[in-house]
C-alpha cells in the first residue's frame, strides 16, 4: 500500500522507458518537421536554399520529404504509447509500405509520373495510401487501447497484500487521489487508509 502515491505520481511513465518516450517524441517532432518543411519547399524559397533549383526538383523534394515525414509521426506515437507488438508490428508494415511508396516516387517523378509509356502514378500512390491507411488503423487502436486502460469508467481497482492474503477493492478516482495525496503527504495516515480499505473489502 506505501506505493499507491508512487502508482498515482503523474511524474512516472506508467510502465513505458523513458528513453522509448523521448524517442518517440523526437521521431515525431522529426516527422512534423519534415512535413512543414515539404510545404515550404514548394510555397516559398526554400526549395532554392536546399538545392532544388526548378519547380520539378522542388516538388520531388517536397513529395519525398512529406512522405517521410508522415510514417515517421506514425511511428513516434507507437513508440510513445504503451503499444502491444501486434500494434507495432502494424505500424512498422505501414511504414515500410510508405518508404516502398517513396522509393516508387523517386524513381517515377517526374519522367514516368504521368507522362510516358509507363506511368507510376497509381501504384505509387496506391502503394503509399495502403501504407498510410494501414499504420493509421494501427495508431488509432494503440490509442484507443490506452485510452480505455487509462480511464476505467471513473472507477480504480486497489490491491491490498498483507501477510499473502490479497483483496482488490475498488474505489472512485476521487478517492483514490484522496488516498495519494494522504501518503504522499507522510502525515502517518498510511495504517488508517489501510484499515479502511481492508473494511471496504471485507463488505
Not at 509521426?73 to 503499444?83: D, E, Y
Request: glycine residues 12%; hydrophobic residues 40%.
Amino acid at each position: 500500500m506505501e506505493h499507491l502515491g508512487d502508482a498515482y505520481d503523474g511524474h512516472r511513465w506508467e510502465g513505458r522507458s523513458p528513453r522509448c518516450v523521448y524517442a518517440g517524441v523526437t521521431l515525431g517532432g522529426v516527422g512534423a518537421l519534415a512535413v512543414v518543411l515539404g510545404l515550404l519547399v514548394v510555397t516559398t524559397p526554400v526549395g532554392g536554399w536546399l538545392g532544388a533549383s526548378d519547380l520539378r526538383a522542388a516538388e520531388k523534394l517536397a513529395g519525398t520529404l512529406g512522405g517521410l515525414g508522415i510514417p515517421a509521426m506514425f511511428l513516434g506515437v507507437v513508440t510513445v504509447l504503451p503499444s502491444s507488438r501486434r500494434e507495432d508490428a502494424g505500424v512498422l508494415v505501414g511504414a515500410g509500405c510508405c518508404l516502398l511508396g517513396v522509393v516508387l516516387f523517386q524513381v517515377a517523378y517526374p519522367e514516368q509520373w504521368t507522362t510516358g509509356a509507363e506511368t507510376l502514378a497509381f501504384e505509387t500512390s496506391m502503394t503509399y495510401f495502403l501504407g498510410a491507411a494501414l499504420a493509421f488503423w494501427f495508431v488509432f487502436t494503440a490509442m484507443a487501447s490506452f485510452r480505455t486502460r487509462n480511464n476505467p469508467q471513473g472507477m480504480v481497482q486497489v490491491e491490498l497484500t498483507r501477510q499473502g492474503d490479497s483483496k482488490t477493492v475498488t474505489v472512485t478516482r476521487e478517492e483514490y487521489q484522496r488516498y495519494a495525496r494522504a501518503i504522499r503527504s507522510d502525515g502517518g495516515e498510511t495504517e488508517e487508509i489501510v484499515r479502511e480499505l481492508e473494511s471496504r473489502a471485507e463488505e
